[in-house]
């Protein structure tokens, strides 16, 4: 069975930093490239970032670029998104996907999500 499980959510104030966890299992993780969606309250989903199977290459969305790393450890099976200098903007709920970019397909798997709020 395929699992993604996010973790490293919470309460956090403006220009405070998080580190989000996406524990993986039940698929080759290592050949998949992984990314960070969110979903702000009353909005629709964002891509925020993704990177490649060995972490070489990396993107970002605008709105993040700069403040936030996504990074992988593909012998733990775990993607990371590191978000420094958050603003309230960044309040959501962080899912973890597979693929890479910003098109989502039938064929990805995804996590729970976990939320985010950011105090102003």
């Known amino acids: 069975e395929v699992q993604l499980v996010e973790s490293g959510g919470g309460l956090v104030q403006t220009g405070g930093s998080l580190r989000l966890s996406c524990a993986a299992s039940g698929f080759s993780f290592s050949s998949v490239p992984m990314s960070w969606v969110r979903r702000a309250p009353g909005k629709g989903l964002e891509w925020v970032s993704s990177?490649?199977?060995?972490?070489?290459?990396?993107i970002y969305a605008s709105t993040v670029k700069g403040r936030f790393t996504i990074s992988r450890d593909n012998a733990k099976n775990t993607l990371y998104l590191q978000m420094n200098s958050l603003k309230p903007e960044d309040k959501a709920v962080y899912y973890c996907r597979s693929g890479w970019g910003a098109s989502n397909s039938s064929r990805d798997y995804w996590g729970r999500g976990t939320q985010v709020t950011v105090s102003s």
């Open positions: 990177i490649s199977t060995r972490g070489v290459s990396t």
